[in-house]
């Protein structure tokens, strides 16, 4: 497979011929391979990262859910106007407007990459590490090829606006200093993860490490959360709330977030949800989500997958 850097900048920010030139590539590549990856790095929101799906590019990188200032941050930071449902219409949104172009796509969403500063510095107090850990799952629950930017699992962190102090090494041991590589010539020294290490998270149930581990495995069960049409469950979208549903091949789940800090209670009686079971469920610690009785009883920053 090919990333293609800056596709939106091919032809002196001139779209149509950018886009003429892109499909040329892809075409190109194609017919020496027909099942070649291809995805485009356009820094750009989706409305018009969107029209490059014209090419026949099979993605383009979501940057809209990307970042401190991107849905997934502004949710869980509290910002105005951004509660639980704005995540919720923002994934419907984004598909609608690919749909305009093609219908032969896969998204690519992703969380951080090697040109931002990591996610565990757009938190802070004593909701880090749950913040951390939920944002992940936020993005492991979009549809499409999810990239997960190395150190992310384990809440690494990045300084300041140096780019080399973005790519810093993955810290795999604190103790053991033979590593895989020693890093960016000029990155700055002394750029202390927050949390322990991925030998030390390995060990513990309840780390950032084997949350993530945990979202991965929910992922790959329910094959609807990668590939599955998404549907906004109206009612159920309300202040720290929300759920959507995601239909592929026959198949539909369900996908309940509480993403406030307090427990809630989701009742999903005269709902497109009301029949489905517990599938899975991804919580902070030894919480667990529970479905009684057409309600679902959800510890803070859950998920609940039904099906």
């Not at 091919?10 to 892809?26: A, H, R, S």
Request: with cysteine.
């Amino acid at each position: 497979g090919f990333r293609l850097d800056a596709v939106i900048y091919y032809n002196n920010n001139n779209q149509t011929e950018t886009i003429d030139d892109l499909t040329w590539l892809v075409n190109n590549v194609k017919s020496k391979k027909a099942d070649a990856y291809m995805v485009g790095e356009g820094w750009t929101t989706y409305r018009e990262y969107a029209k490059y799906y014209k090419s026949g590019i099979d993605s383009m990188f979501n940057f809209d859910f990307s970042q401190q200032d991107g849905y997934i941050g502004k949710v869980l930071n509290g910002a105005a106007n951004h509660g639980a449902s704005t995540y919720g219409n923002a994934l419907v949104d984004v598909e609608n407007e690919i749909k305009k172009y093609t219908d032969s796509y896969i998204d690519a969403p992703f969380y951080t990459n090697h040109d931002m500063a990591r996610g565990a510095g757009y938190y802070s107090g004593e909701y880090k590490a749950a913040q951390i850990k939920t944002a992940g799952a936020m993005n492991l629950m979009m549809s499409g090829n999810v990239f997960l930017y190395y150190g992310e699992e384990i809440g690494m962190n990045s300084s300041g606006t140096k780019d080399e102090n973005k790519r810093i090494p993955m810290v795999w041991s604190k103790t053991d200093t033979t590593g895989m590589t020693k890093g960016p010539a000029d990155m700055d020294a002394g750029i202390e993860s927050p949390f322990p290490a991925e030998d030390e998270q390995e060990k513990d149930k309840d780390s950032i490490l084997s949350y993530y581990k945990n979202a991965l495995r929910l992922r790959n069960q329910n094959p609807e959360i990668a590939r599955g049409t998404i549907e906004k469950v109206e009612s159920l979208c309300k202040d720290s709330q929300a759920a959507i549903t995601k239909t592929y091949q026959d198949s539909t789940i369900g996908i309940v977030y509480n993403l406030g800090e307090g427990n809630g209670t989701v009742d999903l009686k005269k709902t497109a949800l009301e029949n489905m079971n517990l599938e899975g469920s991804l919580t902070l610690k030894e919480e667990t989500v529970q479905l009684k009785d057409g309600k679902l009883e959800m510890p803070a920053c859950s998920i609940a997958v039904l099906k």
